[in-house]
């Protein structure tokens, strides 16, 4: 079975910055389009960034696009979320997530085509 472990997050001044780690077992990691997503309190989850299986592709929201950078070391079966300049909107539990789908390098924003989640870490900015 699909376990997916994420770690990282914390709390920090806006400005700062902070690196998630999502560590896949029980699967060929390196076959699955990875994403992640994260939620606030209050409001739906939503997509953030994902990257092909390849790690060639990746996609980003227009709220993160060029202050969060998403990677992958298919060797260690972690995949990798570096936040930068990070602004208290930020805040909110963040999730990592397997996309159902082997081998494409198609990468996806909804949530539905992503079969396998961690548990989340929250990721706090103050102000």
């Known amino acids: 079975q699909v376990q997916l472990v994420e770690s990282g997050g914390g709390a920090v001044q806006a400005g700062g910055s902070l690196r998630l780690s999502c560590t896949v077992s029980g699967r060929t990691f390196s076959d699955y389009a990875m994403g992640w997503f994260r939620q606030a309190p209050g409001k739906e989850r939503e997509f953030v960034t994902a990257?092909?299986?390849?790690?060639?592709?990746?996609d980003y929201s227009n709220t993160v696009k060029g202050r969060f950078t998403i990677s992958r070391d298919n060797a260690n079966n972690t995949v990798y979320l570096q936040m930068n300049s990070l602004k208290p909107e930020d805040t909110a539990v963040y999730y990592c997530?397997?996309?159902?789908?082997?081998?494409?390098?198609?990468?996806?924003?909804?949530?539905?085509?992503?079969?396998?989640w961690g548990q989340g870490t929250q990721v706090t900015v103050s102000s």
């Open positions: 997530a397997a996309d159902r789908r082997p081998t494409t390098e198609v990468v996806v924003r909804s949530p539905i085509s992503y079969g396998a």
């Open positions: 990257i092909s299986w390849s790690g060639r592709r990746a």
